[in-house]
């Protein structure tokens, strides 16, 4: 009885490791994060800012920035060199149910020809949403990974990239974004991966544990579920739904094909039809090796250089491999490896397989 025990523990572990949880699969329509963009300037630089006389809107930025304490800059003060500051591009998520007061982490670039933002600060800009309207107010020192060096003999290097940096918790959310979820009787789960296997195990998971009728699939990849309208309830109601084990249908057999990088991914459910391939390649070799010609001891001729080509061919010896009906990733790696395809080799082999109707995948090219 222990044995028939501990083999049912096993064969239950074996099961929940293949399944995955239904927050890993699905997220909930209307709950995601919202990107901000805002424009600001970035004082304290050890003169590694704008050359305003190229950045022309640097300087336009800064003279608007002290219009707004009283400050007048002379008429001649389009000539003033900042060195120290510099005009940046300011971005950063919003994530769902952020609130007023808190704080979230932004990114800056510099947006004219700054050398390196390393040391400076980012005064006050305000970050809009696609709608125009200001959700958040970013400000405070930047943290920089990269920097520059150059020598009096003109000798540089750079580390990284110093032209853009980040402030952790740079920016204060000053308005919310709604987003739904505590709107209407039902509630909408949206399949990371469309796949309509995954769609019906997530019903059927769901049902079986609520009753029937909670969960119905739309399509392939979204389901709709009934959900409570306290939105406290439905708070407790998704906290047990999203840890739901769901078993996700397998993936569409792929091959991916990365001919820049040489780098090639053959998916589970690759399959072969009967094939045979054969590897090798042909050496065409072509050396040039002259004969000087001397004539005779007494003879009026004279001395000639005749030209003599060498021309030699070889095959390197492969030999042909058959695939079978259905064949596996693993016998396809195998069969490769023991004629010693390169990944080239392999990339002209899975396109030949293709165009040949024996390779039962979609073969991508990236």
Known sequence: MKRLISALCLLLAASAAQAERLKDLASIQGVRSNQLIGY????????????????PFTLQTFNNMLAQFGIKVPAGGGNVQLKN?????????????????????????SIGNAKSLRGGSLLMAPLKGIDGNVYAIAQGNLVVGGFDAEGGDGSKITVNVPSAGRIPSGATVERPVPTGF???NSLTLNLNRPDFTTAKNIVDQINELLGPGVAQAIDGGSVRISAPLDPSQRVDYLSVLENIEVNAGQAVAKVIINSRTGTIVIGQ??????????????TVSITEDPIVSQPGAFSNGQTAVVPRSKIDATQETKPMFKFGP?????????????????????????????????????????
Do not use: C, Y
Not at 91 to 102: E, R
Not at 269 to 282: E, I
Not at 337 to 345: E, F, I, L, T, Y
């Open 40 to 55: 600001g300037l970035v004082v304290g630089l050890n003169g590694s800012g704008d050359q305003t006389t190229q950045t």
């Open 85 to 109: 500051v510099a005009a940046v591009s300011i971005h950063a998520d919003l994530p769902a149910f952020a609130k007023p007061g808190q704080t979230i982490d932004v990114t800056i670039s």
């Open 182 to 184: 505590d709107q209407g």
């Open 269 to 282: 459910n690759v399959r072969v039809q009967p094939a045979a391939v054969t590897h090798g390649s042909l």
């Open 326 to 366: 259905g064949t596996t990733l693993d016998e396809i790696v195998r069969a490769v490896n023991q004629v010693g395809a390169s990944p080239s080799d392999l990339m002209a082999i899975l396109e030949a397989l293709k165009q040949a109707g024996a390779l039962q995948a979609d073969l991508i090219v990236i």
